[in-house]
């Protein structure tokens, strides 16, 4: 896309040295294998002391499992846990990250994200309905612990095709951690015969007299007593019931119904489920299975009632897959009265049977043979229907239940531990010492206005606390303060009272977003947006994916592309990953917190933003501003204007400045322009063409300025202009430092409540034109503020937005977020 090809998000080379490895592929292998690391490690187990219940929640937050498959078995698992303990026996592991549990299903039942040493003593017994779907990083010390430990096993089929879902290291890295995850387990819930056989076969000989098998489904899967009153001669379609990947064989299944149904006079009625959003690439496989165009219908998301009643008309369901580990779909088709047809797999044969309506997956000829014979046929169907009911398998809601009711004389020999107990393991023990806090941030040189700023503030709150600064191998912190790098507590967590990470809408702050995932963590937010980062680290889809999360709304409009171009159509900031993992949420931007609030469902705490490029001098005078115009070069016979940081069309207007700057060379005023900051290839040909076309003589495009080459244009320049698209687009450190040099400025009102500007800097509305910034311009020049006003509301804005003012503040949020006062 040309808006991210012309920012500096997609640079290759700067995105692959700041990725530092995290996140990419060899970032995921690396978490990984400290995984299978820390699996691995022999320690002592920790004795069960506690009573309470861990039920992994975290596969019931997202639609992708919804109330089938995975989806179908964690939510009776839950209601069953919820049944036979109480709300304040049963702690639920969530990701904050993803949505939150609907309240009906979390109840009163405290939400942790991680298990820690200091808490795994509490509990009794682990239910995991979903080993194989998130990392087992957040349960390592309750997995090495002696508690009862449950988990529902689904299948190994990313064994039996490694090279469709294992392709790369990162995938087989994953999948192997989880594996060595599931041999901690001591119980195994498995949803079929089939899964049970390859678990015990998987975990060995050695291993099968420690652990307990059983096979379990849900009430509602397959009711006892089901009825056969629906068995008869079907007329309705044909249904495919399949799913969007490889391995559910949609193109083999419609490729037999075409060859089975090739030469009949009346049209195809076939009704393809499981495809929802697909219906494209379905009709092209339809024709090539030599069907009429419109004779294969696609259907959308669907109700189970919905789908009940579509079976329950079907002549035939045609279940195709390679392989499955239990397969709801033979399950729910018999259930709603249709005969099948399905591929000849062990799932499938643990199911129905070995009969004539089985047929190789691949085998398209014996499969269309099966279709031909056994479509509307109610036989088929008692048979099937018979034979289903003879499966082996317990009620997974009895078994829960009694493995709650099972957890030995320990839960009646210890006191309850309350959630206010429980709450307090792990937290910081309150005395007088002072705060030790883990600062994790980018750092000077980088090319960072947030890494000027937490230098700045940084080095002021290690005067009043023991700070140890984390950062990446671009930042130098000088020895006088501790430090050390990210990669250090993203790897082995940390010690410290209380942890910080600033995070940013850039590439420099893929470690401190990616260190929320695995500690607890105050986050310090320097943008008002985080758009442009997922959608370099995840796609088009991933940012889609992240600025929908919480929302009623679930879809964009307008195209993410349209908000893109012009940001004041911006939906959604992308805030909701990084507001809920954090313990707090830090912003310096008073206009965007509101909304960043209605969004995340997370009020941030506001800081007034702080200057961190101070004059080097008590006083600034005229002296000092001339000596900087020499030092530049500049014209004295020009007025010079400025406008400061990293050029971008979309959202800092820079174009209406130049068109400004035009207006008033037009007007007879002899302008020299002065963008103050680097800019892609693309915006600087194109700025430097329009200024030349407007008659503007001198303009230039300074790129990047070090720190005393931008200390001088601030004080050289007549008048600064910092404009912005909308006021929610972050908070301005340049107009911050214009304010500080006491150089007249004008501004968009946003961005100047966010800073609080002195008077010397006027407002304008966030929607104007260049017309209207040139008047205003035009009206600060005839009419200047005169240099010892502004001198005096120079020093009284250094002195209330001081680095040392803002390191006390946050100061005291850190010590609310360490759970006492010090």
Same mark, same amino acid.
């Given at each position: 896309?040309?808006?991210i090809?012309a920012?500096p998000?997609?640079?290759?080379?700067?995105?692959?040295?700041?990725?530092?490895n995290?996140?990419d592929?060899?970032?995921?292998?690396?978490?990984?294998?400290r995984?299978?690391?820390?699996?691995?490690?022999n320690q002592? $187990?920790?004795?069960?002391? &506690?009573?309470?219940?861990?039920?992994?929640?975290?596969?019931?937050?997202?639609a @992708?499992?919804?109330?089938r498959?995975?989806?179908?078995?964690?939510?009776?698992?839950?209601?069953?846990a919820?049944?036979?303990?109480?709300?304040?026996?049963?702690?639920?592991?969530?990701d904050?990250?993803?949505?939150?549990l609907?309240?009906? =299903?979390?109840? &009163?039942?405290e939400?942790?994200?991680?298990?820690?040493?200091?808490n795994?003593a509490?509990?009794s017994l682990?239910?995991?309905?979903?080993?194989?779907?998130?990392?087992?990083?957040?349960l390592v010390?309750?997995?090495?612990?002696?508690?009862?430990k449950i988990?529902?096993?689904?299948?190994?089929?990313?064994?039996?095709?490694?090279?469709?879902?294992?392709?790369?290291?990162?995938a087989?890295?994953?999948y192997?951690?989880?594996?060595?995850?599931?041999r901690?387990?001591?119980?195994?819930?498995?949803?079929s015969?089939l899964?049970?056989?390859?678990?015990?076969?998987?975990? &060995?000989?050695?291993?099968?007299?420690?652990?307990?098998?059983?096979?379990a489904?849900?009430k509602?899967?397959?009711?006892?007593? =089901?009825?056969?009153?629906t068995?008869? @001669?079907?007329?309705g379609p044909?249904v495919?019931?399949?799913?969007?990947?490889p391995?559910?064989?949609?193109?083999g299944?419609l490729?037999a119904?075409?060859?089975a149904?090739?030469g009949?006079?009346?049209?195809?009625?076939?009704?393809?489920?499981g495809?929802?959003?697909?219906?494209t690439r379905?009709h092209?496989?339809?024709?090539?299975?030599?069907?009429?165009?419109?004779?294969?219908?696609?259907? &959308?998301?669907i109700s189970?009632?919905?789908?009940?009643?579509?079976?329950?008309?079907?002549?035939?369901?045609?279940?195709?897959?390679?392989?499955?580990?239990?397969?709801?779909?033979?399950?729910?088709a018999?259930?709603?009265?249709?005969?099948?047809?399905?591929?000849?797999?062990?799932?499938?044969?643990e199911?129905?049977?070995?009969?004539?309506?089985?047929a190789?997956a691949?085998?398209?000829?014996?499969?269309?043979?099966a279709?031909?014979?056994?479509?509307?046929?109610?036989?088929?169907?008692?048979?099937q229907?018979?034979?289903?009911s003879?499966?082996?398998?317990?009620?997974?809601?009895?078994? /829960?239940?009694?493995?709650?009711?099972?957890?030995?004389?320990n839960?009646?020999?210890i006191?309850?531990?309350?959630?206010?107990?429980?709450?307090?393991?792990g937290? $910081?023990v309150?005395?007088t010492?002072?705060?030790?806090?883990?600062?994790?941030?980018?750092?000077?040189?980088?090319?960072?206005?947030?890494?000027?700023f937490?230098?700045?503030?940084?080095r002021?709150?290690?005067?009043?606390?023991?700070?140890t600064?984390?950062?990446t191998s671009?930042?130098?912190?000088?020895?006088?303060?501790?430090?050390?790098n990210?990669?250090?507590?993203?790897?082995?967590?940390?010690?410290?009272?209380?942890?910080?990470?600033v995070?940013?809408?850039?590439?420099?702050?893929?470690?401190?977003?990616?260190?929320?995932?695995s500690?607890?963590?105050v986050?310090i937010?320097?943008?008002?947006?985080?758009v442009?980062?997922?959608?370099?680290?995840r796609?088009?889809g991933?940012?889609?994916q992240?600025?929908?999360?919480?929302q009623?709304?679930?879809?964009?409009?307008?195209?993410?592309?349209?908000?893109?171009d012009?940001?004041?159509?911006?939906?959604n900031?992308?805030?909701?990953?990084?507001?809920n993992?954090?313990?707090m949420?830090?912003?310096?931007? $008073?206009?965007?917190a509101?909304?960043?609030?209605?969004?995340?469902?997370?009020?941030?705490?506001?800081?007034?933003?702080?200057?961190?490029?101070?004059?080097?001098t008590?006083?600034?005078?005229?002296?000092?501003?001339?000596?900087?115009?020499?030092?530049?070069?500049?014209?004295?016979d020009k007025?010079?204007l400025?406008?400061?940081?990293?050029?971008d069309?979309?959202?800092?207007l820079?174009?209406v400045?130049?068109?400004?700057?035009?207006w008033?060379?037009q007007?007879?005023?002899?302008?020299?322009?002065?963008?103050a900051g680097s800019?892609?290839?693309?915006?600087?040909?194109a700025?430097?063409?329009?200024?030349?076309?407007?008659?503007i003589?001198?303009?230039e495009? @300074?790129?990047?300025?070090?720190?005393?080459?931008f200390?001088d244009?601030?004080?050289?320049v007549?008048?600064?202009?910092?404009?912005?698209?909308?006021?929610?687009?972050?908070?301005?450190?340049?107009?911050?430092?214009?304010a500080a040099?006491?150089?007249t400025?004008?501004?968009?009102?946003? =961005?100047?409540?966010?800073?609080d @500007?002195?008077?010397?800097v006027?407002r304008?509305?966030?929607?104007?034109?260049?017309?209207?910034?040139a008047?205003?311009?035009?009206?600060?020049?005839?009419?200047?503020?005169?240099?010892? /006003?502004?001198?005096?509301?120079?020093?009284?804005?250094?002195?209330?937005?001081?680095?040392?003012r803002?390191?006390?503040?946050?100061?005291?949020?850190?010590?609310?977020a360490?759970?006492?006062?010090?």
């Open positions: 896309m040309a808006w090809n920012g998000y997609d640079d290759d080379a700067t995105l692959n040295l700041r990725t530092d995290h996140q592929e060899i970032g995921r292998v690396r978490a990984a294998l995984l299978r690391l820390k699996l691995s490690e002592s $187990p920790t004795p069960v002391t &506690g009573s309470r219940i861990l039920f992994d929640a975290r596969s019931l937050q997202t @992708t499992f919804g109330a498959g995975i989806g179908r078995f964690a939510l009776a698992a839950l209601q069953s919820r049944e036979n303990a109480t709300d304040s026996e049963l702690v639920l592991l969530v904050k990250t993803l949505e939150k609907p309240e009906d =299903l979390a109840g &009163g039942c939400q942790i994200t991680r298990v820690t040493r200091e795994v509490q509990f682990l239910i995991q309905p979903s080993p194989m779907t998130a990392t087992a990083a957040p010390p309750l997995l090495k612990s002696d508690i009862h988990a529902v096993v689904f299948d190994f089929i990313p064994m039996h095709y490694p090279t469709i879902y294992l392709s790369n290291v990162a087989r890295a994953e192997a951690a989880g594996l060595d995850a599931l901690n387990y001591n119980d195994f819930i498995c949803i015969k899964a049970e056989d390859e678990v015990r076969s998987w975990l &060995g000989k050695e291993s099968i007299a420690k652990i307990t098998t059983s096979v489904w849900p509602d899967v397959f009711p006892q007593g =089901l009825s056969t009153e068995a008869g @001669t079907k007329t044909i495919v019931m399949t799913g969007d990947e391995r559910k064989n949609t193109y299944a490729a119904i075409g060859a149904t090739a009949q006079d009346e049209e195809r009625n076939v009704v393809v489920l495809m929802a959003g697909q219906g379905v092209h496989w339809s024709i090539a299975a030599a069907m009429r165009p419109g004779e294969a219908q696609t259907l &959308g998301r189970d009632a919905e789908m009940h009643e579509l079976l329950a008309t079907a002549e035939l369901v045609v279940v195709a897959s390679f392989d499955e580990g239990l397969s709801l779909p033979v399950i729910e018999l259930r709603a009265g249709a005969p099948v047809v399905a591929s000849d797999i062990p799932a499938h044969r199911l129905i049977g070995s009969s004539g309506y089985l190789p691949g085998d398209i000829k014996a499969m269309a043979r279709i031909r014979f056994h479509r509307g046929k109610a036989s088929t169907y008692l048979q229907v018979k034979q289903l003879r499966h082996q398998h317990e009620d997974l809601e009895s078994t /829960i239940a009694t493995k709650i009711s099972a957890r030995g004389n839960v009646e020999n006191a309850d531990n309350t959630a206010a107990e429980f709450a307090s393991m937290q $910081p309150v005395t010492e002072r705060l030790s806090i883990g600062f994790a941030t980018p750092w000077e040189p980088q090319r960072s206005g947030v890494a000027d937490s230098a700045a503030t940084v002021e709150l290690a005067k009043l606390a023991d700070v600064v984390y950062t671009g930042g130098l912190v000088e020895d006088s303060i501790k430090h050390a990210i990669e250090d507590v993203i790897a082995n967590g940390h010690d410290h009272d209380v942890f910080v990470s995070v940013g809408n850039s590439h420099f702050h893929i470690p401190f977003i990616e260190v929320l995932n500690i607890d963590a986050a937010a320097h943008d008002t947006r985080m442009e980062y997922y959608m370099a680290m796609g088009q991933g940012v889609e992240v600025m929908v999360r919480g009623e709304k679930r879809s964009l409009d307008p195209a993410l592309d349209d908000q893109i012009d940001m004041r159509l911006l939906e900031a992308g805030f909701w990953e990084i507001a993992q954090s313990t949420l830090i912003l310096h931007a $008073p206009s965007a509101p909304r960043i609030a209605a969004e995340t469902g997370v009020t941030p705490r506001l800081l007034p933003f702080a200057n961190q490029r101070v004059p080097n008590a006083q600034i005078t005229q002296e000092m501003r001339d000596e900087a115009r020499q030092r530049l070069n500049f014209n004295p007025i010079h400025g406008t400061f940081g990293f050029v069309l979309r959202t800092k820079t174009d400045v130049v068109e400004a700057a035009a008033l060379s007007w007879g005023y002899n302008i020299s322009l002065h963008l800019a892609s290839d693309t915006d600087t040909k700025l430097l063409k329009r200024a030349e076309e407007a008659g003589q001198e303009c495009i @300074t790129g990047f300025l070090t720190d005393e080459q200390r244009y601030l004080l050289a007549d008048l600064g202009v910092q404009l912005r698209v909308s006021p929610l687009l972050g908070v301005s450190g340049p107009l911050s430092d214009l040099f006491g150089t400025s004008i501004a968009s009102s946003g =961005l100047a409540i966010d800073v @500007t002195p008077d010397f006027d304008l509305p966030d929607d104007v034109s260049s017309l209207m910034v008047e205003a311009i035009e009206k600060r020049i005839l009419n200047p503020i005169p240099h010892e /006003i502004r001198e005096e509301q120079r020093l009284a804005y250094l002195e209330a937005k001081s680095p040392t803002y390191a006390e503040a946050l100061l005291e949020l850190l010590k609310e360490a759970g006492g006062d010090r």
